[in-house]
């Protein structure tokens, strides 16, 4: 056995060198598939039945039978972290519609496939959640539920990647993407939280955002702690004008923004609600999840 990493795919462990897919797969051909972000903490995996609740979702949308069930693909999940070690690492789960012919049509690909990367994280900057990041507002917007509706969590992600790109044009890491109204949707691949007179604003992920698995924990931590809450359609002028401002994301955890389009948030550092909650959110991913 070689020492490299163990990716699953369809079934089997194969050494990273060895797990290729066809170009034919229409996952690479016209970015046909779905995908979760998923993250091991402390031996566990958290939130892991929500993520593939949300991945039999985004598949039920795109008329992408799972041959697999939940229990199935949770064990193969598991297993690919026991067999690389990794227990605390980044679980990137990957369903394509399988390898087809040349042309849209999904009827030539009879069998989705199955991909499971579990390494370790590649942790942002420190800094970032000690003193804050400075984002913008880009102008692709986020695709509205009547284009592709933006819970579905597929393989297309160039609309994001533009929005990214555009917030490194302008010095940024992230950014705020509105959606086809010009309401404030979320960033390239974390929801937005704002804290206004006391009160937690995030915008209903009905129109313009993915229903993210770590908003909601953001959510249960509200109320844990007694923070008022309101999903709310949000402009750019709500975010200019709060007090507080913080994203959540798998990846990125619970990060402060200090500030937004040239517009000091608060008094330019980490509010303290932001701080109360990422540090319940360290709390809770420390404790919580389904066990390797
Ligand atoms: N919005 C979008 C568009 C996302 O892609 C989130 C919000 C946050 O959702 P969760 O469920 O993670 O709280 C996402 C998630 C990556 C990466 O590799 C991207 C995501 C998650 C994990 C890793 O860039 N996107």
Known sequence: MS???KIYLDGQLVDKSDAKISVFDHG???GDGVFEGIRVYNSC???????????????????????WSRQEISDAVCETCRVNGITDGYIRL?????????GLSPRSCPNPSIIIIADRIQLYPHEYYEK?????TVPTRRSGPAVLPPMIKSLNYVNNILAKMEAHQGGCEEAIMLDEGGYVAECTGDNIFLMHKGVLLTPPPSTGALKGITRQVAIDIAEELG??????????YDVWIADECFLTGTAAEVVPVIEVDGRTIGNGVPGETTKAFLKRFLE?????GTML
Not at 284 to 288: F, I, L, P, R
């Open 3 to 5: 020492n490299e990493l």
């Open 28 to 30: 690479l051909l016209y």
């Open 45 to 67: 995996v958290f939130k892991l039945d929500e993520h593939l609740e949300r991945l039999e979702y985004s598949a039920k949308a795109l008329m992408l039978d799972l041959p």
């Open 94 to 102: 990957i369903v394509t519609r399988g390898v087809g012919s040349l």
């Open 132 to 136: 804050g990041l400075k984002i913008i």
């Open 227 to 236: 923070v008022p809450l309101e999903e709310k359609t949000l402009t750019r």
């Open 284 to 288: 809770k991913v420390s404790v919580e």
